[in-house]
Nanobody, 115 residues
Framework: QVQLVESGGGLVQPGGSLRLSCAAS????????GTWYRQAPGKERELVAG???????NYADSVKGRFTISRDNAKNTVYLQMNSLKPEDTAVYYC?????????WGKGTLVTVSS
């Protein structure tokens, strides 16, 4: 089975930037769709950004203009570039990849935005 590994999380000051990566391991497949979610303490999981197999990209209103999602099918990787980070962006970020009729989830990477 495929495994998704997120990386790039950590502690950053408000206004800073981070780039999250979600790389597939253990299998090779084409990415039909990639999505980033996040979950903060006491809150439900929410959609952050997604890219479809058709190339359509959508963002949550709260991150629009600050975050950029991209994918590299050759590397089986989905990225999330996060700029102008705010304390309210603090959460565990999860990637999800849809491929060949299956959905795969990563274990999450923690992003903490604090001064």
């Amino acid at each position: 089975q495929v495994q998704l590994v997120e990386s790039g999380g950590g502690l950053v000051q408000p206004g800073g930037s981070l780039r999250l990566s979600c790389a597939a391991s253990g299998s090779t497949f084409e990415i039909d769709a990639g999505t980033w979610y996040r979950q903060a303490p006491g809150k439900e999981r929410e959609l952050v950004a997604g890219v479809s197999r058709y190339g359509a990209i959508n963002y949550a209103d709260s991150v629009k203009g600050r975050f950029t999602i991209s994918r590299d099918n050759a590397k089986n990787t989905v990225y999330l570039q996060m700029n102008s980070l705010k304390p309210e962006d603090t959460a565990v970020y999860y990637c999800s990849v849809y491929s060949s009729g299956m959905t795969y989830w990563g274990k999450g990477t923690l992003v903490t935005v604090s001064s």
